[in-house]
């Protein structure tokens, strides 16, 4: 099992930003890709962003390419979103998730986050 912890949540004003970090614990993940999806109130879990065990490979929604960056610490077992230029269509529950399978969609994810909650005024 995994268990992922989200933080760095909040209220921001638009064009601000915001860094999440998602500690993950109970197993090493080298062959696991970690990322990010959101949920915006009344609306389904998208896909954001991911990122595979090397670095080397990174796909984003076309929504926050250019503003939203994913990085990880394999030695912390931890994944960050760097969330820059914010608008208020960002606001969502962002969730991290870990999988081996397909990280682009909500059912390929084998593990999920508890999720938290990015705001962002106008």
């Known amino acids: 099992q995994v268990q992922l912890v989200e933080s760095g949540g909040g209220l921001v004003q638009a064009g601000g930003s915001l860094r999440l970090s998602c500690a993950a614990s109970?197993?090493?993940?080298?062959?696991?890709?970690m990322g990010w999806f959101r949920q915006a109130p009344g609306k389904e879990r998208r896909f954001v962003a991911v990122i595979n065990w090397s670095g080397g490979r990174l796909y984003y929604a076309e929504s926050v390419k250019g503003r939203f960056t994913i990085t990880r610490d394999n030695a912390k077992n931890t994944v960050y979103l760097q969330m820059n230029s914010l608008k208020p269509e960002d606001t969502a529950v962002y969730f991290c998730?870990?999988?081996?399978?397909?990280?682009?969609?909500?059912?390929?994810?084998?593990?999920w986050g508890k999720g938290t909650l990015v705001t962002i005024s106008s």
């Open positions: 109970g197993r090493t993940l080298d062959e696991y890709v």
């Open positions: 998730a870990v999988t081996k399978g397909n990280a682009l969609s909500v059912g390929g994810i084998e593990y």
